[in-house]
């Protein structure tokens, strides 16, 4: 088997893994920015909250069109995201219960409720296409939706970035200064929602977060600047996406888990290997002399 | 002596229980004053009350000042050192008078950050990442922010906690500096002897109002016992405290 057999052989033969790509790397470049930011929030469960949140929405949007439709999916999923997100947000504010306790209640109580709609209607295979995405059957009109939402997030995050970075990292200093931290955290709950919804039909409502935190993982590990770690966390994520649907191809494995497993991999290396990692610890270079 | 700010019986509550309860009194322009008391005294409240990031209960805060002409110190406990953000940058938050959201950022106000790292001793410190630095050398990047906020009156909440003798000295030095050129200081403080030695004027709090004047006078051993024994008082089954009864200010 030659190189291109491996590597580009199966892009340039079916347009299916070719949409498969390009929605990968859209993924990544979105997602892994995002991730750190949601990372360094300390809101990396809360990103998982959020995912299964997504679900009822998405479901009664594939109630309403009647089939796997992104669209209506993502609709869907996004009007319910955003209202656990901000509801659970809400709760935590005005009683005793801390916003991940809240952020629990809500999340399961959307996950058993989504499964239980799909499951009015859809057979078995569509709850498992909806807990574990399809990122082989996307579509032309799925792959512009999901363009879109990563152009959409760069964007953001460029406008955004300096009151985001100063509520992250001092919000009483915002406050002070009259910045309306609240605001961008909204907006950038929002970025996380519509991530979500688009990583939705390609991984899945239980491993929508994957494409997110593991590479966000990855970039803390190796770096201390967050313009570097964001850009670690889009090529890892990207990197995870390519590599993923390559093994998957050859060795004839699920697509969205061996994707998923893909970056797990990197974060086990990076584990390892990173400057701040395990083998540094045990194995450690002589200090400097200044 | 004008007065900048003025407590009108002021009172601020947690679930119902005033953490400080009917105070009244008056900050001059210009002076340097210590807000001091025993821990659970409402001193961090009063501060955040002044600022209007707590809403009073009962009484209000009388000033005619716009946000920006606040300058904060929070305490170092509430920020998040962890961050990825180089030590130029958090100066540079100081700025956002002018920069905003999203404005420019001026070549000026570049140069104003690096001097402003050298007042505090820091220079050369800009591209450290602000996690790699000890609790002292991170509060004088703190106090650098505040030289370029450039601000009226400057209020800090324990900004000499966990610090050493030599910095707690610097940031002291800072202090009477900004004191010097006519700003408004407000300052919580538990360290009684730096009161003492340092500031004024003392506002000396236990929920209530033991003193507020020059320091002398307020910091006597007769307040001192009345503020520890008022702070250690708490009744889980206060009875509701109505507006007549609140004393003459």
């Known amino acids: ?290 | 002596m004008t007065p900048l700010i003025r407590l009108d019986n002021l009172t601020v509550a947690y679930h119902r229980h005033p953490a400080i309860h009917h105070v009244s009194g008056a900050f001059a322009k210009g002076s340097l004053t210590a807000i001091a008391g025993p821990n659970g005294a409402g001193k961090s409240t009063l501060l955040k009350a002044i600022m209007g990031e707590l809403r009073p209960a009962e009484g209000r805060v009388e000033h005619r000042l716009g946000r920006a002409e606040f300058g904060y110190l929070p305490q170092a406990a509430e920020i998040d050192r962890r961050f990825p953000i180089s030590v130029i940058d958090t100066v540079m938050l100081g700025a956002w008078k002018k920069t905003g959201a999203f404005g420019r950022i001026a070549a000026a106000e570049v140069k104003r950050a690096g001097e402003a790292l050298s007042a505090v001793g820091l220079e050369g410190f800009g591209k450290r990442h602000v996690g790699s630095l000890s609790s002292g050398q991170f509060q004088r990047v703190l106090f650098a922010r505040l030289l370029l906020q450039d601000a009226g009156i400057i209020l800090l909440d324990e900004p000499f906690t966990a610090i050493d003798a030599r910095t707690t000295r610097d940031l002291l030095d800072i202090v009477s500096r900004w004191h010097g050129e006519g700003r408004t200081i407000i300052a919580v403080l538990h360290d009684f002897e730096l009161v003492r030695a340092h500031f004024p004027d003392t506002l000396l709090l236990a929920r209530e109002l033991v003193g507020w004047g020059p320091t002398a006078d307020v910091m006597s051993s007769a307040n001192l016992m009345k503020a520890r024994a008022m702070a250690e008082r708490w009744d889980e089954d206060a009875e509701a405290c109505e507006p007549q009864q609140a004393p003459a200010p």
Request: hydrophobic content about 60%.
């Open chain 1, 1 to 290: 088997m030659t190189a291109y057999d491996l590597f580009l052989a199966p892009f340039a033969d079916f347009g299916f893994m070719r949409r498969a790509l390009v929605a990968c790397l859209c993924l990544g470049l979105g997602s892994g920015p995002i991730g750190v930011f949601l990372m360094l929030r300390r809101m990396s469960l809360m990103g998982d909250a959020m995912s299964h949140a997504v679900l009822p929405g998405a479901a009664i949007g594939y109630l309403v069109a009647g089939s796997l439709s992104l669209t209506a999916m993502g609709l869907g999923g996004l009007v319910a995201g955003l209202s656990v997100a901000l509801l659970s947000g809400a709760v935590s504010r005005m009683t005793e219960l801390q916003e991940d306790a809240s952020f629990a209640s809500f999340y399961l109580a959307s996950l058993a409720l989504g499964v239980l709609i799909v499951s009015l209607r859809g057979s078995n295979i569509d709850l498992l296409h909806v807990l574990f995405g399809t990122i082989l059957a996307i579509d032309a009109s799925a792959l512009y939706l999901i363009g879109a939402i990563a152009s959409l997030t760069l964007i953001v995050l460029a406008v955004i970035y300096r009151p985001l970075v100063a509520e992250c990292f001092d919000p009483g200093f915002l406050r002070a200064v009259g910045g309306r931290g609240p605001v961008y955290h909204v907006l950038f709950l929002l970025l996380v929602v519509l991530n979500l919804v688009a990583s939705f039909q390609a991984l899945g409502t239980l491993m929508a977060v994957g494409l997110m935190m593991l590479p966000a993982a990855v970039a803390q590990l190796w770096s201390r600047s967050l313009p570097a770690m964001m850009a670690i966390a889009a090529v890892s994520a990207a990197a995870s996406g390519y590599l993923g649907l390559i093994a998957s191809y050859h060795l004839e494995l699920a697509s969205g888990p061996t994707i998923i497993m893909t970056a797990a991999i990197f974060y086990a290396f990076s584990i390892l290997f990173a400057p701040s990692g395990l083998l540094r610890r045990f194995f450690p270079r002589p200090h400097l002399k200044g």
